[in-house]
């Protein structure tokens, strides 16, 4: 119990960023970003770094949670918080905000950046916008077809095809020569690749043109990430070994799971469908709590085993919510537990 007590009087090792001004009405000063590929480099409170993914708020409520969530884990030490880029509308204007706020809390703050439905100049047009305000780093990825993420890809009239060509547009822009630049990883592949092969060289090109490090797609074999890791270092020892970083979603519910790995065109390994469905014992709904606490331990022995294999950090899809990421940080001794008076959804 007295390491615990440390984490919630810890402060956070990215606090050197300058601070928001206090003063209603006058926007925060651009802050300078640690670079997304030292961060995780740097001090962390725990075994491992360990960042989150959020996605950007759609209403105002949905925006204190939001808001909540970054607070709880900066305060627990997060390395960085990474903000999505939806397929179209409003929430595509809120993640520069939401960025912008997060990186004046401060944190380490990377903003994910598509490809659908812009132009190479309106591409570049954003990506100078971010240099002036100071937002470094960015995650490069080409993005899905809208509507129907599995549906055939059509590249928007004077846009970009591949996401290296965007590594390549933010290489070319002089406003953006300290960007630290993301792209995203395949432990299975991506779905459109030819074979694992074809796959590993794409992976490779974005990392010669400059990318400083992958996020991996979730995935649930933990074998799969580790195949892809040692693929790539042996086919290019330079750049193949760049950090790989692992995307865990910690597992609440069966519907959820299966939702999300459809999306990313995945299936969940039937041996962890078996867990979960014998926990649900027939009836998910009645049984949500067992399941739950299944889906939590199956993450969390995934991450021992990452902790164990020299993984980077551990990257927490969150939806947006902290009490998920942190039971899986508490079972590995790396956060208090989840309850009233520390990192409560919704309270603080
Ligand atoms: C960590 C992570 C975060 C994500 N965040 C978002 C997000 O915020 N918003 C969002 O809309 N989507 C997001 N995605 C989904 C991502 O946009 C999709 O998985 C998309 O289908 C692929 O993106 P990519 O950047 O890997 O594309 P690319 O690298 O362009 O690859 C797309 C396909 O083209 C093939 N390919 C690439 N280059 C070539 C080439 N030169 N010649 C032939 N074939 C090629 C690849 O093998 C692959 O099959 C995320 C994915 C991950 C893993």
Not at 27 to 46: D, E, K, N
Not at 88 to 105: D, F, H, N, P, Y
Not at 232 to 250: Q, S
Request: proline share 8%.
């Amino acid at each position: 119990m007295s390491t615990m007590i440390s984490f919630m009087s810890a402060s956070n090792p990215h606090d050197h960023h300058e601070k928001a001004s206090p003063l209603p009405g006058i926007p925060p000063q651009p802050t300078l970003q640690v670079p997304v590929s030292q961060a995780i480099r740097g001090y962390s409170p725990g075994k491992i770094p360990f960042s989150v993914e959020f996605m950007p708020p759609r209403d105002d409520a949905a925006q204190t949670r939001l808001w909540n969530a970054a607070e709880a884990f900066h305060d627990l030490g997060v390395s960085f918080a990474s903000i999505t880029y939806g397929a179209g509308g409003s929430t595509r204007e809120r993640t520069m905000e939401v960025a912008q706020q997060l990186a004046a809390k401060p944190l380490t703050t990377l903003m994910h950046l598509t490809l659908v439905d812009h132009s190479a100049e309106e591409l570049r047009a954003m990506l100078q916008d971010y240099a002036r305000r100071g937002m470094t780093n960015v995650l490069a990825l080409r993005g899905d077809p809208p509507g129907d993420p599995l549906g055939t890809w059509q590249p928007t009239p004077g846009g970009l095809n591949y996401a290296s060509d965007l590594i390549e547009l933010i290489r070319n822009t002089p406003e953006c020569e300290n960007f630290d630049i993301g792209i995203a990883s395949f432990p299975e592949g991506h779905y459109r690749a030819e074979d694992l092969e074809q796959d590993t060289q794409v992976t490779l090109h974005k990392l010669r043109l400059g990318a400083d490090y992958s996020i991996t797609q979730m995935f649930f074999d933990v074998e799969n990430y580790l195949r892809l890791r040692d693929r790539l270092a042996a086919a290019d020892p330079v750049h193949g070994a760049k950090p790989v970083i692992p995307g865990l979603m910690p597992i609440t519910s069966i519907r959820s799971v299966r939702r999300q790995m459809e999306l990313a065109g995945g299936e969940v390994p039937v041996k962890i469908l078996e867990r979960l469905e014998k926990a649900a014992a027939g009836d998910e709904v009645a049984n949500r709590d067992a399941v739950r606490e299944v889906g939590i331990d199956i993450t969390t022995e995934m991450s021992e085993r990452l902790i164990a294999e020299g993984a980077p950090n551990l990257h927490f899809m969150t939806m947006n919510n902290v009490r998920a990421t942190q039971d899986v940080l508490h079972n590995l001794g790396m956060a208090p537990a989840w309850g009233p008076g520390y990192g409560q959804d919704m309270v603080r």
